[in-house]
C-alpha cells in the first residue's frame, strides 16, 4: 500500500483492493474508477436473489434485460411505487489515465497521502 500512496506502483493487486474493500467494509467495485453505480453495487453486493436473477437472464441477450426490467417496474407498482423516484443509472465514468511521471516522486507525509487515496477513491 505505501508503494501505490508514494507512486512506486501504480496498479493494486487484487489481494490489495480485497485489505481495502474489508478495510473500509464495502465491495471492491466501489474502490475501482469508472464506475459511479453504487445503488447497484449495493444491491448486488447484499442481495443474492438479485445475483441469481441476473445469472437467470444472462444468456438471453438484451430481450431478457428488457423482460426484467419491464417485470421489476410492475413489481414497483405492485407495491406502490413508481419509476420516477429511483435515480437514474449513470454512465461508466471514463477511466482516467496519466501519462507516466518520470523519476520518482517525492514521499507524501502521512496527511497527503491520506488526502489523495480520498481524492483517488472519490475520483476528485
Known amino acids: 500500500m505505501n508503494d501505490l500512496l508514494n507512486g512506486v506502483k501504480d496498479n493494486p493487486t487484487i489481494t490489495q483492493l480485497g485489505g481495502l474493500g474489508r478495510?473500509?467494509?464495502?465491495?471492491?467495485?466501489?474502490?475501482?474508477?469508472g464506475y459511479d453505480d453504487l445503488t447497484s453495487l449495493q444491491v448486488y453486493e447484499d442481495r443474492r436473489d438479485a445475483r441469481e436473477a441476473l445469472r437467470l437472464i444472462h444468456?438471453?441477450?438484451?430481450?431478457?434485460?428488457?423482460?426484467l426490467l419491464k417485470a421489476a417496474r410492475e413489481i414497483r407498482l405492485q407495491h406502490g411505487h413508481s419509476d420516477l423516484n429511483v435515480s437514474e443509472v449513470p454512465d461508466p465514468l471514463p477511466l482516467a489515465t496519466e501519462p507516466p511521471r518520470p523519476g520518482r516522486r517525492r514521499r507524501l507525509s502521512f496527511s497527503e497521502a491520506a488526502e489523495r487515496a480520498v481524492s483517488d477513491l472519490e475520483g476528485t
Open 23 to 33: 478495510a473500509f467494509e464495502c465491495p471492491v467495485a466501489y474502490l475501482l474508477p
Open 59 to 67: 444468456d438471453l441477450g438484451e430481450a431478457g434485460a428488457a423482460e
